[in-house]
């Protein structure tokens, strides 16, 4: 046994005043009587009984002096060896992705978790130690190991309901690694257990089926018998293949249910109802559809099913439809009949061809100068065809031999779709990029197409004359002109504007901007900084509209669930036998619930109130 205030002990020296008090007796007055006759009766009488009172006395200290040893040692916090043979360090984690948002009876799944975990709490003894970690893709500690329990209780009640999809297996490795030298480690799980058949799904059943060998693992399912569901489980959007200022949106919708189910799918433009299709799925079906002919104006997309289910975060989908503006285009040339083509087929870009003499900086858009450089070069996105060598921005070399295309970079947006096999060049030279550039195609050692990004300049470089080469009589060469607008504008690019739950928002904005502000689907602001032109912001596990304002530049994001899996609101199959029947329990004895010191200071109260009784009694003989 050991102290952990040991210094108390000196407080026995209090007992030496205690027995002094005792022993010390009090000096009898005198008091003259008229006759001695009845006090030498109650003298003989009181003679009879002195040695009960004598003993009585000798108890009465032997209760104090007890009394101070237990109040001494309660001070003092006396510990046990086997008490910390029987500690228990418990990682409680609580799942609170979307399907924990499913509705049973009387509360939802989230909610019976908690108020399961906070019994736990409750019957948690002194010598355990309790870590609570929440948990959807990514967990988090909301309480560190600790036995206060008022502490334990508020990190629990603090969880809130998201909607973000599920993955155990983060938090998972994060309880296996905190655990690992731990003397009783246990773990226990609060979840519905709706993983799903993929990939994510089987490793995580893997994890719970064979967890490290030292540890004690509970499963504690909350799901209930509700396990039919009707859900969005894809929204996806894009710009329309037809015409340059629509959208195109794909809807897929899931019957996660054992019965046939009829319902209504319902589409809101900026709150007003646009359209509307009744749809009649059987049990395990799913259905998509493409909607299209939205205003060029853009704004707010919304679907909706009209379905009374237990799961209703998966009954609305978002999307942010951006406003379809022209790009500007600025083409300074001599003249290229080819590349004018190329650009006129657009009907999103707004071309103006300019004389190399009538050439005028612009601050928006796209300026392409065709064997032209500009004596002075801002910020903004430029593209350069076989400048002249004359105040070329870059170093200029030896003329290229009939190069022949030896590779490129099919993986970038550029030359996405694009096919350069055998492509004749009749003219070209050696470029010196800078270090940070990247080179698109080569011929052997020598680029042939390089780009330069930083955040205030985009340039694309072409070191090849395209009039003197067969590249502008393929296909290729148009498609990598709309490339290379697009890469230009990938900024406001339509897929920009949609995440899912769960994921960070990030975009650059210009290095002067310090702050932006951001309004939350519930309507909170949030202010958010900006460092080196870039801005994150990961509070997104609630899905709907957030709306993005820097200085005086507004933007819609839209956030989704749409996930297949968490539209299965039922426990997975393949984890089902390893499910716990009966809550858990902390087990060992009731006595250990409480530290020592408690039970000393009770005991210390019984053992004064005897005395009390006993003095009472010693003035009444």
């Known amino acids: 046994m050991n102290f952990l205030s040991p210094t108390a002990l000196f407080l026995f020296g209090i007992a030496a005043p205690i027995v002094a008090l005792y022993i010390l007796k009090l000096r009898r007055r005198r008091e003259p009587v008229s006759t001695l006759m009845f006090w030498e009766q109650i003298f003989k009488e009181r003679q009879t009984t002195s040695l009960f009172q004598k003993l009585k006395h000798l108890l009465s200290l032997l209760l104090q002096l007890l009394f101070l040893t237990l109040l001494v040692l309660a001070i003092a916090r006396p510990q046990f060896g086997f008490m910390t043979k029987l500690a228990r360090q418990m990682v409680l984690i609580i799942d609170h992705s979307a399907s924990m948002n499913t509705r049973g009876d009387t509360q939802t799944r989230l909610e019976s978790a908690k108020e399961r975990a906070l019994q736990l709490v409750d019957n948690l003894r002194y010598i355990d130690e309790m870590m609570v970690i929440s948990c959807h893709t990514q967990p988090i500690i909301q309480s560190p190991f600790t036995n206060h329990q008022k502490s334990l209780r508020a990190a629990i009640e603090a969880i809130q309901p998201t909607d973000v999809k599920t993955d155990l297996a983060p938090a998972l490795s994060l309880a296996y690694s905190v655990t690992q030298t731990n003397t009783n480690p246990e773990i226990v799980v609060f979840s ?154 657009d009907e999103k870009l707004d071309v103006t061809v300019v004389a190399p003499d009538q050439y005028k900086p612009v601050s928006e858009g796209v300026t392409i100068f065709d064997r032209y450089s500009p004596p002075e070069l801002g910020d903004g996105n430029y593209m350069f065809i076989y400048p002249p060598e004359d105040g070329a921005m870059w170093e200029i070399g030896e003329p290229l031999e009939s190069p022949i295309v030896t590779d490129w970079a099919r993986g970038h947006p550029i030359l996405r779709y694009v096919q350069l096999d055998n492509v004749l060049i009749g003219e070209a030279y050696q470029v010196t990029p800078p270090p940070h550039a990247k080179v698109l195609v080569r011929s052997f050692d020598d680029p042939l197409l390089i780009v330069d990004s930083t955040a205030n300049r985009k340039i694309v470089f072409a070191a090849i004359d395209i009039l003197k080469s067969d590249l502008p009589l393929r296909i290729a060469f148009p498609v990598i002109i709309a490339n290379t607008i697009q890469w230009f504008s990938s900024g406001s690019g339509i897929e920009d504007f949609h995440l899912q739950t769960g994921e960070i928002l990030s975009k650059q904005v210009p290095s002067t901007v310090e702050g932006a502000t951001i309004t939350t689907p519930a309507g909170g602001q949030t202010e958010v900084a900006v460092e080196d032109g870039q801005l994150l912001f990961d509070q997104t596990s609630v899905s709907g509209f957030y709306e993005l304002k820097v200085g005086a530049d507004e933007e819609v994001w839209a956030v989704n669930l749409t996930d297949e899996s968490e539209s299965q609101i039922g426990v997975t199959p393949s984890i089902e036998d390893l499910l716990d029947e009966e809550m858990v329990g902390l087990g060992g004895s009731a006595l250990l619930r409480y530290p020592p010191w408690i039970y000393l200071i009770f005991l210390a109260v019984a053992l004064s109130a005897v005395e009390w009784w006993l003095y009472q009694r010693r003035r009444i003989d």
């Not at 058949?197 to 064979?210: I, R, W």
């Not at 009649?280 to 079906?285: H, K, S």
């Not at 205003?295 to 998966?314: C, P, Q, S, Y």
């Open 192 to 345: 519905d257990f709706a993983i799903g058949a993929t990939h994510q799904g089987e490793q995580v059943a893997d994890m719970l089926q064979n967890p490290p060998p030292h540890v004690k693992l509970h499963l504690m399912p909350v799901a209930d018998t509700v396990s039919e569901n009707v859900g969005i489980t894809q929204f996806r959007v894009r710009k329309s293949l037809v015409n340059a200022f629509d959208y195109q949106t794909l809807l897929t919708v899931a019957n996660n249910s054992e019965a046939e189910k009829s319902f209504n799918v319902e589409l809101y433009l900026n709150d007003a109802l646009l359209d509307v299709r009744p749809y009649t799925l059987a049990a395990g079906e799913d259905k998509s559809e493409i909607f299209s002919n939205f205003t060029f104006e853009g704004g707010r997309l919304k679907a909706a099913i009209d379905v009374d289910d237990a799961l209703a975060t998966d009954n609305v989908a978002y999307a942010a439809l951006p406003k379809r503006e022209q790009i500007p285009v600025l083409l300074v040339t001599r003249g290229n009949t080819f590349l004018e083509n190329a650009l006129a087929v």
